[in-house]
């Protein structure tokens, strides 16, 4: 079984500052990740995944995140936020193709707030 | 293209009352999802199915049903309505084609039950 933990349910940050939101994941075998957000009100949009390939992945909107396997880690950063990015994260794992591994779980998000 | 479309957006429950939310889309996908949503417990995954007339549990089935009929729609069933059913439900959909693992979302709908 696979499962999400995200660090920090509220983070707060500066307009302009970084932004590190933090996910970790639990999986037995190599992992499909996710980053989702959600504006209020609304559904979950994509932001990012890693299924394979180059670690490194860039997403809409300027953020990326890197996977570490080693670390079992999928942090999710932007180099410089804007107050459009008040919203809150999801980060979430699938074990990837095939039958019910296209089940995703979820961690418990993290809610964004930009200061100006 | 629409993408994954639900109604209602709103609604109140009765206790014991029973309702149908409706959630389409107009993609093609296989796999259809009804999750649920909870404050600071992220989406819990309640039925799914992964083609036209197979479905099965989730995390949190209990007091709900779903059926799948047509490739298009997923309606999830309430019987008697529970107030801890007061939740905002999201219903999605993705692809089984390789590479295609995103799973697109509706608005949602947000059930009271009182």
């Known amino acids: 079984a696979q499962s999400v933990t995200q660090l920090g349910s509220h983070v707060s940050v500066s307009e302009g500052a970084l932004v590190l939101l933090r996910c970790n994941y639990s999986?037995?075998?190599?992992?499909?990740l996710f980053w989702y957000v959600q504006y209020p009100n609304q559904g979950l949009q994509l932001l990012l995944k890693?299924?394979?390939?180059?670690?490194l992945v860039k997403g809409i909107n300027g953020f990326e995140a890197e996977f570490k396997k080693s670390e079992t880690s999928f942090h999710l950063t932007k180099p410089s936020a804007h107050m459009s990015d008040a919203a809150e994260y999801f980060c979430?794992?699938?074990?990837?193709?095939?039958?019910?591994?296209?089940?995703?779980?979820f961690g418990k998000g993290t809610l964004l707030t930009v200061n100006p | 293209n629409a993408g994954v479309t639900q109604t209602p957006k709103f609604r109140i429950l009765k206790i014991g009352q029973s309702m149908t939310l409706q959630c389409t889309q107009d993609?093609?996908?296989?796999?259809m999802y009804w999750y649920r949503q909870d404050p600071g417990m992220g989406l819990k995954l309640i039925y799914y199915?992964?083609?036209?007339?197979?479905?099965d549990k989730g995390e949190v089935p209990n007091g709900y049903n779903v059926s799948r009929s047509t490739t298009e729609d997923f309606p999830l069933r309430l019987e008697l309505a529970a107030p801890s059913q007061t939740s905002v439900y999201f219903c999605?959909?993705?692809?089984?084609?390789?590479?295609?693992?995103?799973?697109?979302f509706g608005p949602g709908t947000r059930l009271l039950v009182l």
């Open positions: 979430a794992v699938t074990l990837g193709s095939g039958g019910s591994n296209y089940k995703l779980t």
């Open positions: 993609m093609n996908h296989n796999y």
């Open positions: 999986s037995s075998v190599p992992p499909y």
């Open positions: 890693y299924t394979t390939g180059a670690t």
């Open positions: 999605a959909s993705s692809s089984t084609d390789r590479g295609q693992e995103t799973q697109y």
């Open positions: 199915s992964v083609g036209a007339g197979i479905t």
